[in-house]
């Protein structure tokens, strides 16, 4: 899954306004059985959206938000506070990437999940409660129509009655998000610095590479 680059994006937004969610609810361990990344958009918070997952008897938990018709396409989750906490597991975000989620707004973000957000195109935006509250509130009367529209060039979240939150992020994730860059790649911009710094070991230090 190559990293698909982020610039102004427009869409629907799901609340799901818990605190705490964790990475084991959003993609549980029994989901993670896949070789590739495609397909575990399918895996995503089934504990929620399924009951009876992997049984004959598998049906969609209609109270679910993800499964309510209203939000079907939904490409932006609106959550509490520490989201994305507990285990490490980089197969949370790929599955929020391959279901289509392009971005999380959040109080706050575990730390290693609010990267693993950036390595994989994923925008984490902070905002306070009080004003992802609000927004949950404007785009639940009709979440198809009443859209939200992040912007980051400007850094900025523009809600359905055209008013906008500025947020915060780091230049090199908002560079890494903009250009569709992952880890390697931004290592790979640094290439010519570290061929002149091994050329100028080889010239200081002969005898490393004799071998």
Not at 43 to 51: K, W
Request: charged share 20%; proline share 4%; hydrophobic share 40%.
């Amino acid at each position: 899954m190559s990293v698909v680059e982020f610039n102004t994006h427009i869409g629907i937004a799901a609340p799901m306004l818990q605190k705490n969610i964790d990475t084991d609810a959003i993609i549980p361990s029994r989901e993670m059985q896949r070789v590739s990344k495609k397909g575990l958009g399918q895996g995503l918070f089934a504990a929620r959206r399924y009951f009876d997952r992997g049984e004959e008897t598998e049906r969609d938990n209609p109270e679910f938000v993800l499964n309510q018709p209203q939000y079907s396409g939904a490409t932006i989750l609106l959550t509490g506070a520490n989201m994305g906490c507990g285990s490490s597991r980089e197969f949370a975000v790929w599955a929020l990437v391959d279901f289509g989620i392009r971005v999380i707004i959040a109080p706050s973000f575990g730390s290693i999940f609010h990267t693993n957000c950036v390595r994989n195109g994923l925008l984490p935006v902070v905002l306070s409660e009080t004003t992802i509250s609000d927004l949950a509130e404007q785009v639940q009367t009709n979440p198809q129509q009443r859209q939200l529209r992040i912007d980051l060039l400007t850094k900025v979240v523009v809600d359905p009655a055209g008013c906008e939150h500025s947020f915060e992020i780091e230049s090199l994730h908002r560079h890494m998000l903009m250009e569709g860059l992952d880890a390697v790649d931004i290592t790979m911009e640094s290439l010519a610095d570290i061929d002149a710094f091994e050329m100028s070991i080889r010239s200081a230090r002969p005898w490393m590479h004799l071998i």
